[in-house]
């Protein structure tokens, strides 16, 4: 069934690509001015950013329908059931940190043998790394030729260059809490050139761009939220 097939079956209410679970609405997530309403899974605890990324991985990629090693970096525990439970996917995830990850390793230097995956996930990550080019290098290394990547910053547009603070430490009360106060940089417009220095050939690309207004609402989306990925190629 495709994604518009299948968004017409829905009933009313709101449904999490993620989970796959119906729900009449999705709760608020976050405080204050910077509340949104009808933006987290009560199941799972996607937001949107998660659920638009579940999307165009099912209906955009090949991970659901080839057979693939995956390496998810970082990984976020409302997609992590999903990805692991494909038949189709030898799937490795890793940080430094998290309880989540199978691997416990500095993504700028990391046990794998180089050439070892075809798809990789580095979602929200690079803003945290105190040398950011060594872990795209990094990314580019365990990559098989041919293999993609999908990785996403905050981008502020506003900025033409990215600013970098080597001041930052984590952890810390403030940077648990808030974690991106934690950022040791803040990716303006340059970030593509970043990562085309790192030799990947790089699209960004609108993770929006074909749903349709009704696909958009009954997953909980919002038009005028055009999230972007960038997806990373290694040249064969």
């Known amino acids: 069934m495709n994604i518009e097939a299948q968004t017409e079956a829905t009933s009313e209410g709101v449904l999490c690509a993620c989970c796959e679970t119906r729900f009449p609405r999705f709760l608020p997530h976050g405080r204050g001015e910077k509340q949104r309403l009808d933006a ?14 579940a999307l165009y991985l099912k209906h955009r990629t090949n991970l659901f329908h ?25 799937y490795v995830s890793a940080a ?8 416990k390793t500095d993504i700028c230097k990391m ?16 803003q945290y790394v105190p040398d ?8 580019f290394r365990v990559m098989k030729p041919g ?14 260059k990215t600013f970098e603070d080597a001041s930052v430490t984590r952890p810390s009360a403030k940077t648990e809490r808030w974690p991106s106060e934690a950022a040791v940089r803040h990716y303006g417009r340059d970030f593509t050139d970043r990562l085309v220095s790192g030799e990947f050939t790089v699209d960004v690309v609108s993770c ?29």
């Open 208 to 236: 929006l761009k074909h749903l349709s207004a009704n696909t958009i609402a009954a997953y909980g989306l919002k038009a005028s939220d055009d999230r972007k990925v960038w997806v990373c190629t290694k040249p064969r």
């Open 66 to 90: 080839e057979r693939l090693s995956l390496l998810d970096i970082a990984p976020a525990s409302c997609l992590t059931p999903m990805l692991s439970a494909l038949d189709n996917v030898k």
């Open 147 to 160: 293999a993609w990547a999908i990785v996403q910053v905050p981008i502020q547009a506003d900025r033409a």
């Open 132 to 139: 950011d080019r060594q872990g795209i290098a990094e990314l």
């Open 40 to 53: 987290e899974c009560p199941r799972c605890r996607s937001l949107e950013r998660h659920r638009v990324l």
């Open 96 to 103: 430094l940190q998290s309880p989540l990850a199978m691997v």
């Open 111 to 126: 046990p794998f043998p180089s050439k070892s995956f075809d798809a990789v996930f580095c979602m929200h990550v690079l």
